[in-house]
Nanobody, 122 residues
Framework: QVQLVESGGGLVQPGGSLRLSCAAS????????IGWFRQAPGKEREGVSC????????YYADSVKGRFTISRDNAKNTVYLQMNSLKPEDTAVYYC???????????????WGQGTQVTVSS
């Protein structure tokens, strides 16, 4: 059974950092792409970043380029999202998801975690 569990969310001041983790079970992460998405209240879910399975290529939404970094540790079956220079507009529930192809489109991903809340506020 495919399962993704996010952790690492919390309350942080503007300019601060958080590292989110996405722990996978029931499948081997090596062969799948992992994406990070977020959904703020009243807004649609949007792609933040993703990493491919084949060559580890990474992709970022323009709004987070230069601030967020996605990485994977296949030995731990875990993907991370390092978030630096956080802004209030980064506040959202963050989800990880997996499928075969690395894209930033939520509709392309079939398996999702339950999400973790990130709040950026002073």
């Amino acid at each position: 059974q495919v399962q993704l569990v996010e952790s690492g969310g919390g309350l942080v001041q503007p300019g601060g950092s958080l590292r989110l983790s996405c722990a996978a079970s029931g499948f081997t992460l090596d062969y799948y792409a992992i994406g990070w998405f977020r959904q703020a209240p009243g807004k649609e879910r949007e792609g933040v970043s993703c990493i491919s399975s084949s060559d580890g290529s990474t992709y970022y939404a323009d709004s987070v380029k230069g601030r967020f970094t996605i990485s994977r540790d296949n030995a731990k079956n875990t993907v991370y999202l390092q978030m630096n220079s956080l802004k209030p507009e980064d506040t959202a529930v963050y989800y990880c998801a997996t499928d075969l192809i690395a894209t930033l489109h939520p509709a392309d991903f079939g398996s999702w975690g339950q999400g973790t809340q990130v709040t950026v506020s002073s």
